[in-house]
């Protein structure tokens, strides 16, 4: 074993020019062939001719010798880099622009609710008799009206406005529609 490591470090200290295959054979002897052969199976090293002569080196220094010797593979390579910055740009689009769509979406299923509460509480203000009670009726015909919204629509943001707001609204029993409250009809509501 450490006759490998001797012969990747010495591949390795000879930087992008490589070290010829037949010097090895001299300093590490005839058994080198068989952990070149190894080495180079798991890409530990990279065998090429050049000349007459085979030259190794280790898979760093290999690229750096592409780069410098191979003019191909050097376009390739900054090929595959400016893919790779683009893929990382389009990546970190892709992200800014999918919180952009939660935010806006967040914007938007509360903003309707918003509205929703503003226009319930200036028809409340509108429609109350003079002890402030409303029929839920009166106020849906008028909403539902204006803000074209079906009558199931108009009690389920009812009945989450007055649950979110149980302390600015107060709830009647009686009527002929409204909001079900413990199995129990309330069909007045009024501002506290």
């Known amino acids: 074993m450490p006759m490998i490591e001797e012969i990747l470090h010495r591949a390795e200290s000879t930087g992008i020019t490589g070290i010829k295959k037949a010097d090895l054979k001299k300093e590490f002897g005839k058994e080198c062939d068989d952990i070149l052969e190894n080495l ?45 910055h683009s893929v990382a740009r ?14 806006i979406s967040l914007q938007e299923s509360a903003a309707p609710y918003t509205d929703f509460e503003n226009v319930f509480d200036k028809c409340l203000r509108e429609a109350g008799t003079s002890i402030g009670w409303t029929p839920f009726s009166k106020v ?53």
């Open 140 to 192: 849906r015909e008028k909403i539902c009206l204006t803000q074209d919204l079906s009558k199931e629509k108009f009690y389920s943001l009812a009945s989450d406005l007055v649950e979110k707001h149980h302390d600015k609204y107060e709830l009647s029993t009686g009527g002929q529609e409204g909001i079900i409250v413990r199995g129990m009809m309330h069909g007045f509501v009024r501002c506290v």
């Open 40 to 84: 180079k199976k798991e890409e530990k090293i990279f065998i090429e001719k050049k000349g007459v002569a085979y030259f190794v080196w280790t898979r760093e220094n290999y690229i750096l010798h592409l780069t410098e010797n191979d003019p191909k593979f050097k376009l390739m390579l900054n090929m595959l880099v400016g893919v790779s």
């Open 90 to 103: 389009l990546k970190d689009h892709t992200q800014n622009l999918r919180e952009e769509m939660e935010r």
